[in-house]
C-alpha cells in the first residue's frame, strides 16, 4: 500500500494558507523531533536533519516505486542551511520535491517547517546517483520512472 505523499491533516493546512511555505509541494513529510535529537547545546543537533532529509526522501521514493532489486541508490552530496533552531517539542513538516532530473540522478530540495513556530528553519538539498546493483555503474533512470516523477511533482 503506498503511503499518503501529503496526510490530510496537512493537505487542510496547506489548502486553507495559498501562502504557506509547503504551498505546491507534492510530498510533505511528518518529523516528530525526539528529545534525543537534541545536543548539549539544547537544540536540534545539525547532523539530524540529514537524517530528516533521508526519511523525507524515503517517504517521496516510496511515493514512485524507485528502488528495485537490480538498482540502489548512493548520496553524491547534500547540504543544509540552519535558519532557527528546533527543540523538542515540534514536528516538522518537510516539503520534498525533485529539482533536477538527470540521466542516473535526481536532485532533491527539502523545505523544514516548524508546527511550533510557523516558519521554516530550514531548507536542504540532496543528489542521489542511481547504480546497477550487479556492475555497480550508473544506471540511467528510465523514462516511465521520470514520467511517474513528473506526474507526481505535476510537471508537463
Known amino acids: 500500500m503506498k503511503d499518503f505523499a501529503i496526510l490530510p491533516e496537512i493537505q487542510e493546512t496547506l489548502d486553507q494558507q495559498s501562502d504557506h511555505p509547503l504551498h505546491g509541494f507534492a510530498v510533505v513529510y511528518p518529523q516528530q523531533v525526539a528529545w534525543g535529537d ?8 545539525n547532523v539530524v536533519y540529514y537524517t530528516y532529509a533521508q526519511n523525507a526522501r524515503i517517504h517521496y521514493n516510496s511515493q514512485l516505486n524507485l528502488f528495485n532489486e537490480k538498482t540502489f541508490s548512493v548520496m553524491a552530496a547534500s ?13 516538522l513538516w518537510i516539503g520534498v520535491q525533485v529539482k533536477k532530473i538527470g540521466n542516473a540522478s535526481l536532485i532533491h530540495e527539502y523545505t523544514y517547517y516548524s508546527t511550533a513556530m510557523n516558519t521554516v528553519v530550514a531548507r536542504g538539498e540532496s543528489v542521489l546517483v542511481y547504480l546497477d546493483k550487479d556492475s555497480g555503474e550508473k544506471k540511467n533512470i528510465d523514462e516511465s520512472r521520470k514520467a511517474a516523477i513528473a506526474a507526481l511533482e505535476g510537471l508537463e
Open 79 to 91: 547540504s543544509c542551511q540552519y535558519f532557527k533552531p528546533v527543540t523538542h517539542p515540534d514536528t
Open 38 to 45: 537534541m545536543d548539549a547545546f539544547g537544540h536540534v543537533n
